[in-house]
């Protein structure tokens, strides 16, 4: 008797679709992948942005990783519910987020909460905050190291701006954190060489600020697609997010890491759109758009499926002649692009060995939790 294809759901006609499904025994098996990539798991502080629930931050915590990094409000609110050591906030606080951000801290107490800067105005504003409030917060300089989106440039007004830090009251400097998610070259060997380039510019940073008598910083490196260059080296802390459900876009990439994809779109045929096409009921608001039309989503069951167009709520596919697909049949699809994906979707339906075991709310898709 053929092995069943891992993907599909014993009581899949009880499950309306558009649905999000995560696989856990993929999961588990992909945890234990990321610890044993490493050869000290607390170096690791995974990114909670492609999952946002607090049952797979729970089943990382049993695992024995005690460090996290989130990008908003609601994710590291989500961390201190779980009761999660040590958060990074990826994110400079600005305006009303000082203030949320430090409700945040006095909140959960067991939890120590960092957050990024890159400017002195930001500095001081989240310093005087912090003063008002009566705590100290933690910070990284985050560096500009070519993704030019936030961070300074890891020269000598970082270096400045480091120092400034270590003089302000109500704040205490921990260390560096540079994200290089410009790096996502396929060939492994081109990525290892350009983070080259950022380890070498990071290490003459942290050589000056131990001259001028400042202990050496933690340094905080990368994301999924250079975690295994920054894994193998010594006292950097890594950040791949992706591992947990993995997508289609980086197991197409990244073939050097072979992650279990963990996570399906679950749609139906809703139409007979003409003799070679179908549309199914998975559009915009249920699939991550930011990509090309042919590159939304891969369907594991339609591998000749082409996308011919799509709109919010439907998606029309080229199969060919004869491809036997009728009205209701149900297509398993692979994200391209799990992250942007999962925040479309209020909960997750959890498959263990293709049966429906339960349903886990996305918390921290929403902007605000309780904070």
Not at 19 to 42: C, G, P, W
Not at 169 to 197: C, F, P, Q, S, T
Not at 295 to 314: G, M
Request: charged share 20%.
């Amino acid at each position: 008797m053929d092995k069943k294809d891992w993907y599909l759901i014993d009581q899949v006609d009880q499950l309306d679709s558009p649905a999000l499904v995560f696989y856990q025994e993929r999961m588990t098996a992909n945890i234990e992948k990321l610890k044993q990539s490493i050869h000290d798991i607390s170096r690791l502080r995974p990114h909670v942005k492609t999952h946002k629930t607090s049952e797979i931050t729970l089943q990382l915590l049993a695992a024995g990783i005690t460090k996290f990094k989130c990008a908003t409000i609601a994710e590291a609110e989500m961390l201190g519910m779980s009761k999660v050591p040590d958060v990074l906030l990826a994110y400079q606080p600005t305006g009303p987020k000082i203030d949320r951000f430090i409700q945040l801290i006095k909140t959960y107490p067991a939890t120590s909460f960092s957050c990024l800067i890159d400017n002195e105005y930001s500095l001081k504003a989240i310093a005087a905050a912090a003063l008002a409030a009566g705590i100290t917060v933690g910070v990284f300089v985050d560096l500009n190291v070519g993704m030019n989106r936030t961070g300074i440039l890891p020269e000598d007004k970082a270096l400045a701006l480091y120092e400034s830090v270590t003089a302000e009251k109500g704040v205490e400097v921990l260390g560096l954190h540079a994200y290089d998610g410009h790096i996502h070259d396929a060939d492994y060997m081109v990525r290892e060489n350009k983070a080259a380039g950022i380890l070498d510019a990071i290490s003459k940073l942290t050589a000056q600020l131990v001259r001028k008598g400042i202990a050496e910083p933690v340094i905080i490196a990368g994301g999924t697609p250079t975690f295994p260059v920054y894994a193998k080296l010594e006292d950097i802390e890594c950040s791949p997010g992706t591992f947990i459900l993995w997508d289609k876009g980086y197991q197409d990439a990244f073939q050097e890491q072979d992650y279990l994809t963990a996570a399906v779109v679950l749609t139906r045929v809703i139409s007979l759109t003409d003799a070679t096409k179908v549309t199914v009921d998975l559009g915009h608001k249920s699939v991550a758009a930011e990509n090309v039309l042919k590159r939304r989503v891969y369907f594991l069951n339609a591998t000749q499926a082409e996308a011919v167009s799509q709109s919010e709520e439907h998606l029309v596919l080229e199969l060919g002649p004869d491809h036997g697909f009728q009205i209701g049949d149900v297509l398993y699809g692979l994200p391209i692009h799990i992250c942007p994906t999962v925040a479309l979707y209020g909960q997750a339906t959890i498959v263990t060995n293709h049966k429906i075991t339960g349903e886990w709310k996305i918390i921290s898709r929403e902007r605000k939790i309780n904070i």
